[in-house]
C-alpha cells in the first residue's frame, strides 16, 4: 500500500507541476483529494489493514495531502500570477496614443454679429424682445403707417400667406406689438429674420436677418438718436468711426433718414469695402411716425420716440470681408471654421 501512496504522490506532483491553467488545476484537486480521489480511495481502504499498519498509512495519506495541498496553493499563485501577466501585457493602454480630436463648431458669423449688437445695447439698458416672422400684414403693414397702395405691399416684395399674413418683411412690426404691450418708457432690440421676394444674387437673398431697435419715452429727440447710433457704431465698428445722416423716406418715422459710418476698413479715404466711397450705409432710421404711436395706444401728445432698422448680413459682410451673401447661406463648414 505504501507503493501505491507513493505513486500516487510522484505521478500526482509530476502532474501538478505540468498543469498550465486554472481549470486543469481544479480537476487535479478533485482528481486526488476530491471525495472520491485517489488518495481519499486509499483512505477508504484501509479498513482492510492490520492495527499496526493503519496508523503509519494513515499518517502516510495525511502527509501526503498537505504535501499537494500546499503544492495546489502554490501552483494556483503562480498561475494567477501569469494570467495577470499575460493580461497586463494584452490589455495595457497606450498613454501616449493620440487620441480622437473633438471637432468644436463654431458660430454662425450671422449669430456672432447678433450677439456682439445685443451686448452692446443691453449694456446701454435695452432689453431684447421678439416676434413672429409669420406676421399679420396689419404688423407688417398698416400700423407702421404703410397704406395699402404702398410699393412694399406689392406681391412683388412681399411674401403672403393669405391676404392678411405675410412673412415678415422687416422686424419693424415688433415695434408695434411691444407699444401695444407696454407703457413708455420703452427701449428694445429686436434681431430676427426677415422675408422679402428677392432673388438670391451676391447681394440679396429671400431670408436675412435685421436687427430693430426702439425707444418711446417723454422728450425723445433726433440727437437722442444720433447719440446712440454714433456710440453704437463707436462699439461695434471701432474708436474712430464717424456717423453722418441723409434724409430719406419711410412711412413709419418722420423725419426720417439713412445713416452711413465712415468706412472702418479704410477710415474714409476710399477702398474695395466702401466702393471708393469712404462711406458705408448702415441703417434706416428716424423719429416713430405721431401715426404709429397713435395705433398702437401711445398718445404722441405726451411721448415721442426714435427707431432704427438695420441688416445683419450687411454688417457681418463688411466686417469679415465677405464679399458674397450667398456663402452665409449655403452653410459650408470650410467657409464657417474661418470665423
Ligand atoms: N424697416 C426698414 C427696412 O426694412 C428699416 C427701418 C427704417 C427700421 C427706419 C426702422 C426705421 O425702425 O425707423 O428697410
Known amino acids: 500500500m ?47 489493514l492490520s492495527p499496526e499498519e493503519r496508523p503509519v498509512i494513515g499518517s502516510l495519506v495525511n502527509k501526503v495531502r498537505d504535501e499537494l495541498n500546499n503544492l495546489f ?12 501577466q499575460k493580461r497586463l501585457k494584452t490589455e495595457n493602454i497606450d498613454v501616449t496614443e493620440p487620441s480622437k480630436k473633438i471637432v468644436l463648431g463654431s458660430l454662425h458669423p ?10 452692446i445695447f443691453l449694456g446701454m439698458g435695452y432689453e431684447i424682445a421678439d416676434g413672429p416672422e409669420v406676421e399679420k400684414a396689419i ?15 406689392d406681391i412683388q416684395d412681399t411674401f403672403y400667406v393669405n391676404d392678411d399674413i405675410v412673412l415678415r418683411s422687416q422686424t419693424s412690426p415688433v415695434q408695434a406689438r411691444v407699444m401695444e404691450e407696454k407703457k413708455p418708457p420703452i427701449k428694445i432690440i429686436c434681431p430676427g429674420a ?21 425707444v418711446v419715452d417723454k422728450n425723445i429727440s433726433m440727437t437722442d438718436l444720433k447719440g446712440t447710433l454714433e456710440m453704437f457704431a463707436k462699439k461695434c465698428l471701432g474708436e474712430n468711426t464717424k456717423i453722418r445722416f441723409r434724409p430719406h423716406h419711410f412711412p413709419f418715422t418722420e423725419p426720417s433718414a439713412e445713416a452711413d459710418v465712415s468706412c472702418f476698413v479704410c477710415g474714409g479715404k476710399g477702398c474695395k469695402v466702401c466702393k471708393g466711397e469712404g462711406w458705408i450705409e448702415l441703417l434706416g432710421c428716424g423719429m416713430v411716425h405721431p401715426n404709429v404711436l397713435k395705433n398702437c395706444g401711445i398718445d404722441p401728445d405726451v411721448y415721442s420716440g426714435f427707431a432704427f432698422g438695420f441688416g445683419v448680413e450687411r454688417i457681418a459682410m463688411a466686417k469679415f470681408g465677405i464679399e458674397d451673401m450667398r456663402l452665409l447661406f449655403e452653410n459650408d463648414v470650410r467657409f464657417l471654421k474661418q470665423f
Open 2 to 48: 505504501e507503493e501505491e501512496i507513493k505513486k500516487i504522490k510522484d505521478i500526482s506532483i509530476s502532474e501538478i507541476k505540468n498543469c498550465s491553467s486554472k481549470k486543469e488545476l481544479e480537476e487535479l484537486k478533485v482528481k486526488y483529494l476530491g471525495k472520491k480521489g485517489e488518495l481519499t480511495l486509499v483512505l477508504r481502504g484501509m479498513g482492510k
Open 73 to 84: 496553493v502554490n501552483k494556483e499563485k503562480e498561475l494567477n500570477k501569469e494570467e495577470l
Open 110 to 119: 450671422i449669430t456672432q454679429i447678433i450677439k456682439e449688437v445685443e451686448e
Open 139 to 153: 404688423y407688417n403693414f398698416d400700423k407702421l403707417n404703410t397704406p395699402p397702395d404702398h410699393p412694399a405691399r
Open 194 to 214: 426677415v422675408y422679402r421676394s428677392d432673388s438670391v444674387d451676391a447681394t440679396h437673398s429671400p431670408v436675412f436677418h435685421q436687427i430693430e431697435g426702439l
